[in-house]
């Protein structure tokens, strides 16, 4: 990918303008490279039956999904560097609704009960945070305002955007987004109601609804009415959904309809104009969406995931087959997965490892399906019968996983902080916008584990107790090493504050060398025993052992009267990939072992056809926590 480089933004058009503590104008970004990261391609007979490739893709990608590991200000903005300003036509966004809550993920074990039990009682693991939503109110307006001035960069001029959020914040919303894109271009409110949905709340009516502002990016931006009140009537979600529509000497759209015909009702001409007259969906109110509900089929696990059938009708109403569909906050990757059964190409991102791997597995499953379906019912040739359940042809049976920066290390942060809170005994604060949390009456704030206390950190927190005076609590850092300048800084600061006099003191808890907290640091990778070898023109892998140190710790944590023990290491393996000819970069996905449902397990046996010649064989175990293993070998 090019060079890192300054990308210009044009400016926001509008007023009137909603003002925070600490806005700025998005006039350029920095557009870093992407590294490519892993490929999954369904099938080597794919090419043929996708859809022709899209003439005007960027030269710097291949043709296919991409889902971009990353911060989205800078894969949007890298996107912004590498040919994709203005091409595309659908944006999807939900954002985290800066609700105060942290998103967390539930980890288990595989294997259900069997496999993970203690003292009889099936456990599970911690909970392992998604992300962190929490946020203060201006830091938040200003994290929005960015993204949605690189969208609108990236959008056509034909194309829409839809925001999803709700009453928590769908006010401040509307306002950045009439003010980024004018508003002359805001098309609706869209009210999505989930049926059966109901909660006692004292002193407050119970909140029914999610809002969906869709904006357009100009007078050019149309919505294909027709496309959803066809599907939508019929029910025919996500299958063949269009039926074949004929027209008439008068130039009117009609179709057979055949509800009824099994009562022995004959076919009969029902016109479009007449079912677009009928059709709910094309309200916006959306009362005919369920919410997801906790066991149901469609969950991938993931806490804010998305029904299938709302994305559905945004993707149908805004995009057409082949046409690029982008969510740059894809979660368990609902938008990347419908788009892909409605043949349209698609951009995801996500700065959660967990995220990016649910999406992973999801489009994988989603692509060999329609591989094997595509394998199954040959091309219909011209002039022969159109099977009109058939579903539409996918416009790419492949994708890339790349990388913008590097996001581990802030991933284990988030991870590492809620240990050390854990550890250490803080009490997590959700609402103020500088201390972390609490130790008794101490306020604490935790140093980010990339870099050690520094001066830059203490006079941050100078200038935040100046703002406030009114707090007199002693302030406790928590960090990973210190700078001796940051030492001699504290001791002049508390030198002030001798006896009695202990107004804003400062304590330091540097979690390698801490006296009481010392030995809270030591990450010990995980690790496999995998054997690789080659017999005639077959490779034989076989995994023999698994073990994750961070897993037990965390199960240990949960359960400290027993100590945690695994009977089938399997049960810690979330998934694993093999190469059968890995460069030693890119990691193409030759098989994937990803057990549907929870309780089974990996098969840890594999035998697949070997290349010609010498090759590396890589296998990638990817544990519960998220944790990669690679193991690769010569043969
Ligand atoms: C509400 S969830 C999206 C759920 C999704 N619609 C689905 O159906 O699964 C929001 C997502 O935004 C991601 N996110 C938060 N901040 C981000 C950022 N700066 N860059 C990229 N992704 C981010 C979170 O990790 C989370 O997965």
């Known amino acids: 990918m090019s060079e890192k480089k300054e990308i210009k933004i044009t400016a926001a058009k509008g ?5 925070w503590v600490g806005k700025r104008p998005l006039r350029s970004v920095t557009a870093f490279p992407a590294q490519h990261v892993e490929t999954f391609a369904a099938t080597d007979v794919g090419a043929i039956h996708e859809s022709p490739a899209s003439k005007d893709w960027p030269a710097a990608y291949p043709q296919g999904g991409l889902l971009f590991h990353g911060d989205n200000k800078e894969v949007l903005g890298h996107l912004l560097a590498n040919g994709f300003r203005g091409k595309v036509k659908l944006i999807y966004i939900d954002p985290p609704f800066d609700s105060g809550a942290d998103y967390v993920r539930k980890v288990q074990l595989r294997g259900g009960a069997a496999t993970a039990k203690i003292g009889g009682e099936s456990y599970a693991l911690g909970e392992q945070i998604q992300y962190t939503d929490i946020w203060a109110n201006d830091n938040y307006l200003q994290f929005m305002y960015e993204r949605l001035m690189l969208l609108k960069e990236l959008l056509a001029r034909d194309g829409a955007l839809y925001l999803h959020c709700d009453w928590h914040k769908n006010h401040l919303l509307r306002m950045l987004v009439e003010e980024v894109f004018g508003p002359e271009n805001f098309r609706n409110e869209i009210v999505w109601t989930y049926p059966g949905r109901e909660m006692h709340i004292e002193n407050k009516f119970n909140s029914k609804h999610d809002c969906l ?13 027709k496309d959803i009140a066809i599907v939508y009537d019929k029910g025919e979600r996500l299958k063949g959904l269009r039926r074949k529509v004929e027209i008439d000497e008068d130039g009117r759209e009609w179709v057979w309809e055949t509800r009824g015909q099994s009562a022995g009702q004959e076919p ?3 016109y479009v104009e007449d079912i677009i007259k009928d059709g709910r969906a094309l309200n916006d109110v959306w009362d005919d969406v369920q919410f997801l509900r906790g066991n149901d089929p469609e969950r991938a696990g993931y806490p804010t995931q998305k029904p299938v059938s709302l994305i559905e009708r945004i993707i149908l109403a805004s995009s057409n087959p082949n046409d690029l569909v982008l969510d740059c906050f894809i979660g368990s990757g609902t938008t990347a997965a419908v788009a892909q059964k409605l043949g349209r190409r698609w951009i995801g991102c996500d700065i959660n490892k967990g995220a990016i791997q649910t999406t992973a597995k999801r489009l994988q499953g989603i692509m060999t399906e329609q591989a094997g379906a595509i394998h199954e019912s040959p091309l219909q040739l011209p002039g022969m019968e159109t099977d009109e359940t058939a579903a539409p042809t996918p416009a790419q049976l492949s994708f890339g996983v790349w990388r913008v920066n590097d996001y581990d290390l802030k991933i284990q942060r988030n991870e590492a902080i809620k240990l050390a809170c854990e550890y250490v005994g803080i009490e997590r604060l959700a609402s103020d916008s500088f201390f972390d949390g609490k130790l008794g009456k101490k306020l604490v704030k935790i140093v980010p584990f990339e870099h050690p206390l520094s001066p830059l950190d203490l006079e941050e927190l100078k200038r935040e107790l100046e703002a406030r005076p009114e707090l007199e609590n002693c302030i406790v850092f928590v960090c990973l090493g210190i700078e ?8 002049d600061w508390n030198r002030l504050r001798k006896g009695a006099e202990t107004v804003n003191k400062i304590e330091v808890i540097e979690l390698r060398t801490d006296a009481k907290y010392g030995n809270f640091i030591k990450h010990d990778p995980a690790a496999g025993k995998v054997t690789i070898a080659r017999s005639a023109d077959k490779i034989i892998i076989q995994i023999e052992d698994f073990i994750s140190p961070t897993i037990l710790k965390r199960l240990d944590m949960d359960m400290p009267l027993f100590k945690a023990k695994i009977s089938d290491w399997r049960s810690q393996i979330d998934c694993v990939m093999i190469d059968t000819a890995y460069d030693g970069e890119v990691f193409n996905v030759v098989l994937s072992d990803v057990p549907e449902k929870k309780k089974d397990l990996i098969e840890g046996s594999y035998t697949l056809a070997a290349p010609d010649g010498k090759t590396t064989v890589a296998v990638k175990i ?12 010569e043969v």
């Open 15 to 19: 007023r009137p303008m909603l003002t």
């Open 213 to 225: 502002l869709f904006v357009a990016k100009s007078d050019e931006t149309k919505i294909n009415m």
């Open 268 to 270: 009969y001409k029902r």
């Open 484 to 491: 001796l300048a940051a030492r001699t800084w504290i001791e």
């Open 622 to 633: 990817i544990d519960m926590l998220g944790e990669e293993v690679l193991i690769s070998k």
